[in-house]
């Protein structure tokens, strides 16, 4: 996260991609993009502004799922991918620091509520919400969403027990939600000390461009698929 109009995202299901809810707020029409394939028009199918998780529905998308395993424990060896800062692509190292309910404000900070998040030894950047937390194995363990604001080794991610319920229902939803208005990021304020890390498993052949075209049409969000 941060003053950037760029995230992540990647595929959950058939024809489906998650990402944070503040990344798409307020857009009415995304754009996904794999590599050497046309551009293919989505809508937001789940919208869910508390939890900043959202799901995008995109007719023949055809790329397969990633799989949404248990929650890590703390201590155990990661990565982060995404494409920070717009672009290109890439496979950083995270470890999981720490676990735990804390409050979370909203994306419009109404209100804060306790989610299950991780802390991360990690270099979470503007244009990396939205993309996964990896295990070594290259599954999906987490939801990157913030970065910490005075430590720039610091991420947040949402587990996987936040992520497993919207995974479960996403190819059920099929009509269009509203996708509420432009949100501010939301800020963590937690952490640890770091133990070693090594580089999580690469998924490069899954990793796909979205955009986000702003309704006002002065200015385009741009997400990236994974």
């Known amino acids: 996260c941060g003053i950037s109009s760029s995230g992540s995202g990647f595929v959950i299901a058939q024809d489906r991609v998650v990402t944070n ?52 424990a703390p201590g155990s060896a990661a990565a982060v991918q995404g494409y920070p800062h717009g672009g290109p692509f890439e496979s950083m190292s995270a470890a999981v620091l720490a676990i735990g309910m804390v409050p979370v404000p909203d994306i419009y900070d109404d209100s804060s509520n306790p989610r299950e998040i991780y802390t991360l030894d990690a270099n979470v950047r503007p244009g990396n919400s939205g993309g996964p937390v990896l295990t070594a194995a290259g599954d999906v363990a987490g939801l990157v969403f913030a970065r910490g ?78």
Request: aromatic share 2%; proline share 9%.
């Open 21 to 72: 809810a503040h990344v798409v707020a307020g857009v009415d029409q995304p754009i996904v993009e794999l590599p050497g394939r046309e551009a293919r028009d989505g809508q937001v199918v789940y919208f869910d502004p508390i939890g900043d998780i959202a799901v995008i529905a995109v007719d023949d998308l055809d790329a397969a799922p990633l799989e949404v395993v248990p929650v890590l």
């Open 149 to 226: 604001g005075d430590d720039e080794t610091r991420g947040y991610a949402s587990t996987s027990t936040e992520l497993a319920p919207i995974v479960a229902g996403a190819s059920g939803g099929r009509s269009p939600v509203s996708p509420g208005t432009g949100a501010r990021c939301p800020s963590v304020q937690t952490g640890t000390a770091a133990p070693a890390v090594r580089r999580g498993a690469s998924r490069p052949t899954a990793v796909g461009m979205l955009a986000a075209s702003d309704p006002t049409g002065s200015d385009n969000n741009r997400t990236s698929a994974l």
